[in-house]
């Protein structure tokens, strides 16, 4: 009686990343040498002996979408065991452990294309996740899989703000900034101001903020008021986040001048007097933060 041919036990440690931007997620496309249908992956491989996985996954990423990627600190562990499939020409009883990243790229990087040679990918995409959910875009296990459970990084961050009003030729005038394409709400005008660094004072940041986006000297007053907002969506890091901010907001006043944005590369892009009655139209779109600041500075002339 022939002796039966033992299967072949095979493992592989592979390291992977979750890059989202808005709506979308990067995704890889297996090479036709490994399957003849149209199949997308995340970007990602084995992990080399010797190797930390966080160093894996930035050189595969880089590899197969020519992107710097940024990892974050924690990781989720996915296994899949095929017992009975091929490897190499054989038989095999095939054990995947696939370490998966929260990761992201900057928001001003190229499109991806793919920089290996003959490997196991042959194109880079942003693809839609809608699509990704409703099959249309046809991609591996492991990517529906993390994304029924992948949360966004949350992310809390207490700013401050400055109120500054003058009366202008045509009535009452706001000191407004508008947010660049690297700031959440591109496009839009909010009141100058941000994140208090770590020991600073609130009225500083004002201070330091308002000349940043401003140019003009600030002299903080009180605090009108306490605001908070909540939203999900791609911080200027290009990480997605879950994101709440505390914004405490200063009656303020500036010094004479013609207000300029000094910060280069920053999330603000211009600055301007806006007159109050022009707020919310196409020209000047604006956050909820300047109604509720201009609500709390009415009620107080009004208490």
């Not at 090479?31 to 996954?57: I, M, N, Q």
């Not at 992948?150 to 005038?173: D, I, K, N, T, W």
Request: glycine share 10%.
């Amino acid at each position: 009686m022939a002796e039966r041919r033992q299967v072949r036990k095979v493992q592989r440690v592979a390291a992977y990343a979750v890059i989202m931007r808005d709506d979308h997620i990067l995704l890889s496309r297996l090479a036709k040498r490994l399957t003849s249908k149209e199949l997308w992956t995340l970007p990602g491989g084995g992990v080399e002996h010797g190797e930390d996985p966080r160093d894996a996954v930035v050189r595969e990423v880089h590899e197969e979408t020519g992107l710097d990627v940024h990892i974050g600190e924690t990781a989720h562990l996915y296994s899949f065991h095929q017992r009975n499939t091929w490897r190499q020409g054989r038989r095999a009883d095939a054990h995947a452990l696939r370490i998966v990243y929260d990761g992201w790229v900057p928001v001003d990087s190229p499109e991806p294309r793919t920089l290996e040679v003959d490997g196991s990918t042959m194109d880079a995409a942003w693809q839609p996740i809608a699509g990704v959910l409703d099959g249309s875009v046809p991609v591996v296990s492991l990517v529906t899989e993390v994304l029924a459970e992948h949360q966004p990084f949350q992310m809390q961050r207490v700013a401050a703000y400055a109120l500054v009003l003058r009366q202008g030729p045509s009535g009452e005038e706001v000191l407004l900034t508008r947010n660049s394409a690297r700031g959440p709400h591109p496009g839009q005008w909010t009141l100058p101001g941000g994140g208090i660094d770590h020991g600073e004072e609130p009225r500083q940041t004002v201070v330091r903020e308002v000349r940043e986006e401003t140019s003009l000297h600030c002299t903080v007053g009180d605090v009108l008021d306490v605001g908070s907002t909540h939203f999900e969506g791609t911080a200027p890091s290009g990480r997605r986040e879950d994101f709440h901010a505390l914004q405490i907001v200063f009656s303020a006043e500036v010094s004479d001048g013609e207000p300029a944005v000094l910060e280069v590369g920053g999330t603000t892009d211009a600055v301007a007097w806006v007159p109050v009655d022009r707020l919310g139209s196409a020209e000047h779109p604006v956050r909820d933060l300047v109604h509720t600041a201009l609500a709390a500075h009415r009620h107080r002339l009004g208490a």
